[in-house]
């Protein structure tokens, strides 16, 4: 069995280890969903302590064991423990804001800061391959072109904080997000594993 | 691109405008320039679709390349117990499938082992399509009878099979002169015409693949139709919020431009709706105080949704904005024709639909609950609906499909 003390498996798990229950390929598979669920798991619209974050990775975890027949790769395995754990993450503050807060007397206490459901409702499987294919666009990308592209879009930061943040004008943020953006639609056209949902969702 | 506009103004100005952080000139400078220039326009489309998607699972891809992490000891354990659990499960069920074979049989050991490869030999030839060779209970075929006479020999009885059946491997099937039918394999639907002599279901099967048989496009609802029903539980891949209501139709891709508004509503509870144009800046389409289904046609008469649109549907209990449910949809550019009425007809439809790409959930989902009860309580019928169920990560709707399905066997 692998030792996680001693080293960080950095080769991915064999899937066909996984669905047949082997404990060293788990091992190794836990080091590399752990931190992937955890971050998802903090989702900066449902704001949860770590520790509820943690315990929200450590169910989505639990929940990939329960269905690793479904999953086709380990890219798959990633894309999916992360889907849940966000997802949990958000009922997991709808639940909370519901249990604190008084019976609203108008509409203006509508969940605006969390909503409901993704706004895409593509079903799991395909918004698992398009994180996959996300994540294979952002590796075409300059470094700061990526982190520009995720600041804004991903934490929500303004063009100025993240001109201050990088030292950079703030009109060579937006060409570097605008033009990351660009690359990143490319890269989902010439994929070859892009689905016709996808191109649907992007035009 | 457009002459009075360089390409770098035209990004930070789309840039700016995307993230909603434009001073009024710097919006109008960009919608002048779209409305002279359709290449800009399109290229500006591109643009917040991308951003959209981004916002919606940037962050997520993004976490994929986290870098590996020690959990913690007592996580860690937790999980591989999860493991074994699973694993020892997965034995217990695979000793159970001997069981009633050897209560049924009584015969020895000897003749238990031969039971076994027979069964191996058996799913060989006959569900080499699939990959577990623990398969007992998987259905070969379904047969949705459409017009007149349809019977099928099972043990050299025959049976009329008035709506929708299972069909095992040695099933025979015969038309009257006038009856049609529609077959279902893992090689897709295949229409049945009368007049037509007892046929082993295998060989109809094999001309289904030959011939014109619709193609099973996808593979996930392939696998819900013809996996032995324990296997089935995989089909929930996630599971939504407990508190959000559950949206039937229309959720993901609809083919229809008045598609019926259906919800889980509860008894004694009113609804208030909206549908929202993404791409349009009017007035959303509202009605308070419903129950579901809401008929669009009766509730907008005489409105339709756009072609290739994108819309929000915001549904809320009456009075109770905690319980609200919000999703996008999308519109077909080719818009279907409606569901038909026929319940045999409408079953096929809800099948064609689940297996199309792009699969249209909520449209196959409003064909199936509206189906009488002799189709509706069908292994076929329960079976898609158990993977429209599952892949929407309706819990509680999937664990009473399967509950009924269960009760079937």
Known sequence: MHDPTKSTPQDFP??????????????????????IALRAAQNPQARLEDAEAEDVASEAIEILISKIEQVTSFD???????VIASRRAISHARS????????????????????????????????????????????????STRLMLLEKTGDGLTYNQISKKHGVPLGTVCTNVARGLKKVRAHLQESPLLMKELREYLR | MGTEMTEDEFDILAAKVLAGEATADEATRLQEALAQDAELRAEFAELRATWAALKDVGPLAQALNTPPAEPPPERLRKWHAAVARKRKHEEVDFAQVGAPVRKKLRVSQLCLAAAFLATAIIAGVFLSHRSSGTATSAPIAYLVARKDT???????????????????????????????ATLITPNGARPLQGPQEFVNVQVLSSAAAATNGTETKSRAAGTALFQPSRQLLGLLVTMRSGQSIPV?????????????????SEPGKSYDLSIMDEFSTAAPLR????????????????????????????????GKPLTTTELTFRTLP?????????????????????????????DALGALVSLPPEFADSDLALRLKLFAFGQLGYQEDFESAAARLEARR
């Open chain 2, 150 to 180: 349809v019977e099928v020999r099972r043990d050299g009885k025959a049976t009329a099979v008035k709506s929708v059946t299972t069909l095992c491997v040695a099933d025979e099937i015969r038309l009257s002169p006038q009856a049609s």
């Open chain 1, 14 to 35: 064999d899937l066909g280890a996984l669905k047949a229950g082997d404990e060293a390929a788990w091992q190794a598979a836990f080091w590399h969903l752990w931190p």
């Open chain 2, 334 to 362: 080719q818009p279907g024709e409606t569901l038909p009425a026929d319940p045999a007809d409408k079953l096929v439809a809800a099948y064609e639909i689940l297996t199309a790409n792009p699969s249209r959930l909520g």
């Open chain 1, 76 to 82: 798959h395995a990633e894309a999916l423990v992360s």
């Open chain 2, 248 to 264: 039937y139709s229309p959720v993901g891709f609809t083919a229809n431009l008045t598609p019926m508004i259906l919800w889980k």
């Open chain 1, 96 to 143: 909370n804001s519901a249990a604190k807060r008084p019976p609203p007397n108008n509409r203006d206490f509508a969940l605006a800061e969390i909503p409901a459901v993704s706004s895409t409702n593509m079903t799991d499987i395909d918004l698992c391959e398009m994180i996959v294919l996300l994540r294979r666009a952002f590796d075409v990308l300059d470094v």
């Open chain 2, 287 to 318: 009605r308070a105080g419903v129950v579901s289904p809401v008929e669009f046609t009766n509730a907008w008469p005489g409105r339709t949704l756009a072609k290739d649109g994108l819309y929000r549907l915001r549904i809320a209990e009456n």
